[in-house]
């Protein structure tokens, strides 16, 4: 009878400890989804801020555009590149 006992006390702790680790996996999977939830919320706001950072290119693009036409029309040159030094020469 005693051995019995025993079994049973060492069964019931095999219980308790697999039933713990179960608990400590759950935790760690709802950490993980927490985190992967986090991390594609960021995603999504760094996407947001390319596609604001392409419309202010675009726009950028188009006025470069329209002061060059412009130019063109009022007969103004368009220099490109840096200025000549003075002094140099």
Do not use: W
């Not at 713990?20 to 996996?25: L, M, N, P, T």
Request: glycine share 4%; hydrophobic share 35%; aromatic share 4%.
């Amino acid at each position: 009878f005693c051995q019995a006992d025993e079994e049973d006390d060492h069964s019931d702790l095999a219980l308790e400890a697999a039933k713990s680790r179960r608990k400590v996996c759950q935790a760690q999977k709802a950490l993980a989804d927490c985190t992967l939830e986090h991390h594609m919320v960021l995603v999504d706001l760094y996407r947001r801020r390319v596609e604001a950072a392409n419309m202010h290119l675009l726009t950028a693009d188009l006025n470069v555009g329209r002061m060059h036409i412009e130019s063109k029309k009022s007969g103004i040159p368009t220099f490109v590149g840096s200025s000549p030094r003075r002094g140099t020469a």
